[in-house]
C-alpha cells in the first residue's frame, strides 16, 4: 500500500462549482499535514497546512481525521485560476532517527472549466 | 530573503557529459531535497540530508550524487548523463515537521 493516497482525477469542473479532494495516509507516526499545489513546469507551492481542528482560508477548507488517517480538502466556488495540481504531502517521524521524511501523494488534476 | 535557489533553470547535456545542478537555501533549513519529475508524473525522491555532513539516498539514486557540506548548499551530481536523465529537478528544504520549500527547478535534457 502506498504511504499516501489521493483521487487519481483528473477533475473537470465548471466555475463556481465545489470540489473535494482526498488523501488518506498508512503512517500513524505522520506529524503534519499539508496541501501542495503545483501548476503546469512549475514548482510545487504551498496551499494551506492541514491541522486536527480543520481550518479554512477563503475558499478553501482543509480537515484532518488522525483516526481515519485521512485528509481532505474542500474548494468552495472554484475559479478558472484554481486549475492546477493539487498534492498531499505528509511528514513522517521516524522515531529513533530524529528524522522527518516528507512524503508526497501523486496529485490530483484539477481544470476548472468556463 | 531569498528562500530556495537553483541554477540553472535549463540545461542541454549530451550524453556521457557531467554536470552539477545547484541548490542553496538561506532559511537555515536542517532539511534538503532533490526530486525529479517527469512529464505528467509524481515527484521521485532522488537523495536527501538531514543536515550537514549527512545525506542519504531517495527511492532514485542511480546516477546521481550528492554532498552536504554546509547547512545552506546541496549540490547534485550528474555522472555520465544518459537520456533517461530527462526530466525536471527540484531541489527542497525544510525546517523538522513544517513545510517545505521548494526552488523554481532545472528542466534537463540529455541528447
Known amino acids: 500500500r502506498k504511504e499516501v493516497e489521493q483521487d487519481p482525477g483528473p477533475f473537470n469542473v465548471p466555475e463556481g462549482a465545489t470540489v473535494a479532494f482526498n488523501c488518506t495516509y498508512s503512517?500513524?507516526?505522520?506529524?503534519?499535514f499539508f496541501w501542495y499545489r503545483q501548476d503546469c513546469r512549475k514548482e510545487p507551492k504551498l496551499l494551506m497546512s492541514v491541522y486536527s481542528s480543520g481550518n479554512e482560508d477563503g475558499r478553501f477548507t482543509a480537515q484532518l481525521n488522525r483516526a481515519s488517517q485521512y485528509i481532505s480538502l474542500l474548494i468552495r466556488d472554484s475559479k478558472l485560476s484554481d486549475s492546477a495540481t493539487y498534492l498531499c504531502v505528509v511528514n513522517i517521524t521516524f522515531t529513533g532517527a530524529g528524522s522527518y521524511q516528507l512524503t508526497f501523494g501523486k496529485g490530483t488534476k484539477l481544470s476548472v472549466i468556463p | 530573503n531569498a528562500g530556495v535557489t537553483q541554477t540553472p533553470k535549463f540545461r542541454i547535456l549530451k550524453i556521457g557529459q557531467s554536470m552539477t545542478l545547484q541548490c542553496t537555501q538561506d532559511m537555515n533549513h536542517n532539511y534538503m531535497y532533490w526530486y525529479r519529475q517527469d512529464p505528467g508524473m509524481g515527484l521521485k525522491l532522488i537523495y536527501y540530508?538531514?543536515?550537514?555532513?549527512?545525506?542519504d539516498k531517495g527511492e532514485v539514486p542511480n546516477g546521481y550524487n550528492v554532498s552536504r557540506s554546509t547547512t545552506e548548499d546541496f549540490p547534485l551530481r550528474l555522472e555520465l548523463a544518459a537520456p533517461s536523465q530527462t526530466s525536471v529537478y527540484f531541489c527542497?528544504?525544510?525546517?523538522?515537521?513544517?513545510?517545505?520549500?521548494f526552488g523554481q527547478g532545472t528542466r534537463l535534457t540529455v541528447v
Open positions: 527542497a528544504s525544510k525546517y523538522m515537521n513544517t513545510e517545505a520549500f
Open positions: 503512517n500513524s507516526a505522520s506529524q503534519s
Open positions: 540530508s538531514v543536515g550537514a555532513g549527512i545525506t
